[in-house]
C-alpha cells in the first residue's frame, strides 16, 4: 500500500505540517526518515510511535476534531482553538507504544503492516461502543521525534497513489535544524519559524520599497516626457526563504523509497543482527 500522511507538531505557536507520500512496503524506520526530511530534521535516534487502543484515547488524538455540545447544537468554543499548539499528556492515556530506539529490531518491520494491525485492533475495540459515523474518521497516531510530539493523520491509503513517491505534497513553515548545539525541540521550530517570517516580511517590505520608488521615478520621466512614458511595473520578488517544496521532496528522492541492499544490512546490524555474508562455493 501506498500513504498518504499529514504530520503537524504539536506544542507550537505557527502551524506547522507536511503531507508526504510513502510506501507502506518500506520498514518504519524508513518511512520516518522520509517525513524527518520533509521537515530538514537532523537524525535523531530517540523516536516513538503512539497508537491508542480505546474509544477515549482514540477521541483524545483526534485533537484537530472540534468537539460538540448536543445541548447547543454544534461545536464548542475548542472549535476554535488551534489544536496543534497544545501537547497531549500522553501518559495520561491508553496507549500502545512502540519505542524503536529501545526496540530497534521492531524498526524493520514493514510500515502498513504495523498500521494494519494497529488500525484492526482499534476497529475491533470501537465497535462494541461507538457510533457507525466515528467508525469512518481517519486513522490518526502520534510520532515523537526527539521529545517533539507530531499528529499523524492517515489522509488517504491505496495501491497506487496518483504521484511518484516519496513527495511532500503540502506544506507550511520553514523548519532550520542544522545546529548540533541546539537540537530538534519546539521552541527551535517556533524560533525557526519566527526567523522565515520575519525574513519574508524584511523582503516584501523591500520589495514593496523598490517597486514605489520604481514608480516615483516612472512618474517623474512621464512629466520630463510630457506625460507620454508609461510607468513600468516592477517584477513580483520570489519568495526564496520560504518553504520549498520541491526541495523537500528531492531530498526524500535522494534517500530513496525502499532501502538498497546495502542499507538493508546496515540497518539489520544497528538493530542488533549479525552482519550478512554470502559465501560462495
Request: proline share 5%; charged share 20%; aromatic share 6%.
Amino acid at each position: 500500500m501506498q500513504y498518504m500522511l499529514k504530520l503537524t507538531p504539536l506544542g507550537v505557536q505557527p502551524h506547522i505540517f507536511r503531507v508526504v507520500s510513502v510506501d507502506g512496503q518500506a520498514d518504519i524506520d524508513h518511512v520516518l526518515s522520509l517525513c524527518d526530511l520533509s521537515f530538514d530534521y537532523a537524525h535523531y535516534a530517540e523516536r516513538a510511535l503512539y497508537f491508542a487502543r480505546d474509544l477515549s484515547a482514540s477521541q483524545a488524538l483526534a485533537v484537530d476534531v472540534p468537539l460538540e455540545d448536543n445541548d447547543h447544537y454544534g461545536p464548542v468554543s475548542e472549535e476554535f482553538a488551534p489544536f496543534w499548539r497544545q501537547e497531549l499528556e500522553l501518559a495520561k492515556l491508553e496507549l500502545e507504544v512502540l519505542d524503536l530506539q529501545a526496540q530497534p529490531q521492531q524498526a524493520l518491520q514493514r510500515f502498513d503492516a504495523l498500521l494494519e494491525a494497529h488500525s484492526a485492533r482499534l476497529g475491533a475495540a470501537l465497535k462494541e461502543d461507538t457510533h457507525p459515523r466515528e467508525q469512518g474518521e481517519r486513522f490518526k497516531f502520534v510520532y515523537v521525534v526527539h521529545g517533539v510530539q507530531h499528529l499523524v493523520e492517515v489522509l488517504m491509503s491505496s495501491e497506487k497513489l496518483n504521484c511518484f513517491v516519496p513527495a511532500t505534497l503540502m506544506g507550511e513553515g520553514l523548519v532550520v535544524d542544522d545546529d548540533p548545539l541546539r537540537p530538534l525541540s519546539t521552541a527551535l521550530i517556533n524560533a525557526s519559524v519566527a526567523a522565515a517570517e520575519a525574513a519574508d516580511a524584511a523582503e516584501a517590505a523591500e520589495a514593496a520599497a523598490e517597486a514605489a520608488a520604481t514608480e516615483v521615478a516612472a512618474k517623474a520621466d512621464a512629466v520630463v516626457a510630457g506625460g507620454d512614458a508609461a510607468p513600468e511595473q516592477a517584477a513580483p520578488a520570489e519568495n526564496s526563504a520560504g518553504l520549498n517544496l520541491k526541495v523537500c521532496t528531492s531530498r526524500m528522492r535522494a534517500f530513496g523509497a525502499m532501502r538498497s541492499e546495502q542499507s538493508i544490512n546496515q540497518a539489520l546490524q544497528q538493530a542488533g543482527a549479525s552482519p550478512l555474508t554470502i559465501k560462495i562455493c
